[in-house]
């Protein structure tokens, strides 16, 4: 008995730890940034800022993790399937962003409050904060550490499950975790069916690349 609950404490610490390091650091820094160089800079620059300096404390959870990884990282038989799966996750996050706007969903004030932050910079700011660097940030937390472990742990449905719902729940808007549980369920199987984080990195960067041109 003191056995299982010993391996269960040490797995939501393994899962946990990684997820408050990164809540805490990223909207602690990104409050900092804000306080001394949103007025000379804007809000997007301090999120990326505050993205960079979390990202490599992310890779050392993933690189830490529990969790099965692939090799060779990419496999040349695999490939055309691995890149399926990419365009798959990317229509459908250009098809939910297409029903929004028909819906009139983005009117949502915590959606339009998050996406004044998303614009208040140039187009290559955009895009490497949206298309480059948050989505290896948040693919090595969400679905590298947190839907890797709770695999083993618990399963493919709940791994899945749970990383969305936390991925959903960081975007603190409803709009955005609709959009974000959605697309993080098909990135979470993506990568919980090849172990492969550059599918998911992939996909999450093409989809918010696709939605910043077509904005522009």
């Given at each position: 008995?003191?056995?299982?609950?010993?391996m269960?404490?040490?797995?939501?610490?393994?899962?946990?730890?990684?997820?408050?390091?990164?809540?805490?650091?990223?909207?602690?820094?990104?409050?900092?940034?804000?306080?001394?160089?949103?007025?000379r800079?804007?809000?997007?620059?301090?999120?990326?800022?505050?993205?960079l300096?979390?990202?490599?404390?992310?890779?050392?959870?993933?690189?830490?993790a529990?969790?099965?990884?692939?090799?060779?990282?990419?496999?040349?038989?695999?490939?055309?399937?691995?890149?399926?799966?990419?365009?798959?996750?990317?229509?459908?996050?250009?098809?939910?962003?297409?029903?929004?706007?028909?819906?009139?969903?983005?009117?949502?004030?915590?959606?339009?409050?998050?996406?004044?932050?998303?614009?208040?910079?140039?187009?290559?700011?955009k895009?490497?904060?949206?298309?480059?660097?948050?989505?290896?940030?948040?693919?090595?937390?969400?679905?590298?550490?947190?839907?890797?472990?709770?695999?083993?742990?618990?399963?493919?449905?709940?791994?899945?499950?749970?990383?969305?719902?936390?991925?959903?729940?960081?975007?603190?808007?409803?709009?955005?975790?609709?959009?974000?549980?959605?697309?993080?369920?098909?990135?979470?199987?993506?990568?919980?069916?090849?172990?492969?984080?550059?599918i998911?990195?992939?996909?999450?960067?093409?989809?918010?690349?696709l939605?910043?041109?077509?904005?522009?």
């Open positions: 008995m003191e056995s299982n609950r010993g269960t404490r040490s797995r939501l610490i393994s899962i946990g730890l990684p997820f408050i390091l990164y809540f805490l650091l990223y909207n602690l820094s990104n409050q900092i940034f804000l306080m001394l160089l949103q007025d800079f804007g809000s997007l620059f301090c999120l990326f800022l505050a993205s300096l979390t990202t490599p404390f992310m890779f050392w959870t993933y690189a830490k529990n969790v099965l990884k692939a090799k060779p990282w990419v496999d040349p038989k695999k490939l055309p399937k691995d890149l399926l799966a990419v365009v798959g996750i990317v229509c459908t996050g250009i098809l939910y962003n297409y029903l929004a706007t028909k819906l009139g969903l983005l009117g949502d004030p915590g959606f339009q409050e998050a996406n004044r932050t998303l614009n208040n910079g140039s187009l290559y700011l895009v490497l904060t949206s298309a480059l660097i948050v989505p290896i940030l948040e693919e090595l937390l969400f679905r590298g550490t947190i839907a890797g472990q709770l695999d083993l742990f618990l399963g493919r449905i709940p791994a899945i499950v749970i990383s969305s719902v936390l991925f959903g729940a960081m975007h603190f808007n409803v709009v955005q975790f609709v959009y974000a549980f959605l697309i993080g369920m098909l990135l979470s199987l993506a990568f919980l069916k090849s172990h492969r984080i550059w998911p990195i992939l996909a999450h960067g093409l989809t918010n690349l939605v910043i041109l077509l904005a522009a």
